[in-house]
């Protein structure tokens, strides 16, 4: 887990991190997920493909970045958590879905792989307290809204046919 070591005003998409990632000289964007300010999660690089987020430690690990991680309070050279409450939700669910996919993994921060502030808190105590909480409680649906299929990996549309059922 990392931050973009950004201001909390500052929303950067994955288009702008990767962009930044190239001007470095990298060949596209350094992580696998970003989880923008609002919560939306964009794909950076496909996960079959060797990150470059954690220096010369990059093979077998998925890197996620959370837009943010600096106050103008404190300064630029100290980084702070100021992940949004809708950031946290959906770090907790990529995080669980992703261990669904790759058991036996470990949920840690840029900063217990090298010498950094980065992601501007401790990551393995905030998770194992996710942990100890457990899921949280599902949120009863609204019978106005529309039905929502699971996570298909992009937007599909499908018109229902006379005959089809749920």
């Known amino acids: 887990v990392h931050y ?3 201001y909390a005003d500052q ?4 288009k702008d991190i990767d962009r930044m990632h190239r001007d470095r000289g990298w060949q596209m964007v350094g992580y696998h997920y970003v989880i923008r300010r609002d919560g939306v999660i964009e794909r950076g690089r496909p996960e079959t493909m060797v990150g470059a987020h954690v220096g010369g430690q990059n093979t077998g690990k998925i890197g996620i970045c959370c837009i943010g991680g600096l106050d103008r309070a404190t300064g630029p050279n100290k980084g702070v958590d100021n992940r949004t409450p809708e950031q946290i939700d959906s770090l907790v ?3 669980r879905d992703l261990l669904k996919r790759y058991p036996g993994a470990k949920v840690v ?3 217990d792989l090298a010498a950094t502030q980065c ?3 401790d ?3 905030w998770w194992a307290k996710v942990q100890k909480k457990g899921a949280p409680a599902e949120k ?3 019978p106005k809204a529309p039905a929502k299929t699971g996570n298909l990996g992009e937007q ?3 018109v229902v046919q006379k005959g089809e059922t749920w």
């Open 4 to 6: 973009s070591a950004t």
């Open 11 to 14: 929303n950067l998409t994955v």
């Open 93 to 95: 669910r990529l995080i």
């Open 123 to 125: 990551v393995q105590a």
């Open 156 to 158: 599909k549309t499908h």
């Open 119 to 121: 992601p501007g808190f």
């Open 109 to 111: 921060g840029h900063r």
């Open 140 to 142: 009863p649906a609204d």
